[in-house]
Every structure is written in C-alpha cells, then in structure tokens.
T-cell receptor, first 112, second 110 residues
Framework: DAGITQSPRHKVTETGTPVTLRCHQT?????MYWYRQDPGHGLRLIHY???????DKGEVSDGYSVSRSKTEDFLLTLESATSSQTSVYFC???????????FGNGTRLTVT | GQNIDQPTEMTATEGAIVQINCTYQ??????LFWYQQHAGEAPTFLSY????GLEEKGRFSSFLSRSKGYSYLLLKELQMKDSASYLC???????????FGQGTTLQVKP
C-alpha cells in the first residue's frame, strides 16, 4: 500500500469549532487530494494540490481551506465546522497528473 | 460541467460474469479509472483506460469508447469477496483532478 497516513482517524467536534485534518505521505508524490464521501453522493473533491504551495478548488470547496507547505503534508481545515460537514474524509496521492490516485484510510468526522 | 452516471445497485451470482456500465460527459478527457471499495474501507485502484479498447487484468477487464462517452468494468468468475462498490472516475482535461461517479454497489449471491 502507498505510504499515506491520515490523522486523526476519528473525531467528534462541536458546531462552530475549527478542525484540521492531516494527510502525510512518504511516497514523494507531487499531487495530493482531499475528498469527502457521503451516502448518495459518492466521493466529491474538496481541494487538491499539484505541488508545494500550489492548490486549487474542487467540486465542494466552500467552508474548507487547505495548505501544503511541504511535499509530504496536506492539511484540510474547517474554519467553523457545521453539521453538514459530518462525513468521511479521504486523502489521496498521485505521482503525476495522469497517474492513478491512491487513498488513505479515511477520517470519520462528526460535527454535533 | 461534469456528469458521470453508473447504476446504483447490481446483483449477480457467484461464478457468473457481471458488467458495470459508466457513461460520462466532461469538459475534456484525460483518462477513465475504476476503483473498488469495500464497506468501511478506502477505495483501491483497479484499472485505467485512456485510449479506446479493452484493458484486461486477470478476472477484471475495462473497456472505453471515447466517442460514446462510455466505459464498462467486466468481472468474471465472480467470488463472494467481489461484493463491494465499484467507482467510475474521469480525469477532465490536464488539471490532475479526478471526478467520481456515485458508484455501483454489487452484491454477489451464492
């Protein structure tokens, strides 16, 4: 399996609090992605990165921000969590813009 | 915009063959991917098509027709462990984005 670690694996937080999810890779891949997965919606792209400090929005970026200050780490921040952000969040990496994505094990976030 | 359609659910019998279809409409095309996802687990990469035709990998094959915006995943000699969701995903253009359909849940019965 690709060396991808997501932390935390589970988190429960209250509405209005900030939350940061971390994705760490040991593969030195250029591309990193954040998806959320909800019943009835499949995997939806939140943000992705194509290099250090290079990021772009996905399909459902409102309410989320990202940062990538070094190749191995990609952070997803919910500035003020809402119940609609309760979801399973997957990080993925890709060697290039045409290579397959490989996924981390996911973070289950519950916003109460 | 992007639109990727797959059937929501399918059922098949152990030992049989099943075909899961995927149609797409995207602005630009730079490859179509199939992933398998067991309940509670992460998606895992199965196959990739960028040119028209059939790609075979053991019991799994994937077909692409770019002119029709159509792909299918063919699973042969079905096993109980093949019960999972199968996700079709398309790379539109050269941005590196990968957009997923909602997935097809396959149930394999004895």
């Amino acid at each position: 399996d690709a060396g991808i670690t997501q932390s935390p694996r589970h988190k429960v937080t209250e509405t209005g609090t900030p939350v940061t999810l971390r994705c760490h890779q040991t593969e030195n891949h250029r591309y990193m992605y954040w998806y959320r997965q909800d019943p009835g919606h499949g995997l939806r792209l939140i943000h992705y990165s194509y290099g250090v400090k290079d990021t772009d929005k996905g399909e459902v970026s409102d309410g989320y921000s990202v940062s990538r200050s070094k190749t191995e780490d990609f952070l997803l921040t919910l500035e003020s969590a809402t119940s609609s952000q309760t979801s399973v969040y997957f990080c993925a990496i890709s060697e290039s813009g045409t290579s397959p994505l490989h996924f981390g094990n996911g973070t289950r976030l519950t916003v109460t | 915009g992007q639109n990727i359609d797959q059937p929501t659910e399918m059922t098949a019998t152990e030992g049989a063959i099943v075909q899961i279809n995927c149609t797409y409409q995207t602005s630009g095309f730079n490859g179509l991917f199939w992933y398998q996802q067991h309940a509670g687990e992460a998606p895992t990469f199965l196959s990739y098509n960028v040119l028209d035709g059939l790609e075979e990998k053991g019991r799994f094959s994937s077909f692409l027709s770019r002119s029709k915006g159509y792909s299918y995943l063919l699973l042969k000699e079905l096993q109980m462990k093949d019960s999972a969701s199968y996700l079709c995903a398309v790379r539109p253009g050269n941005t590196g984005k990968l957009i997923f359909g909602q997935g097809t849940t396959l149930q394999v019965k004895p």
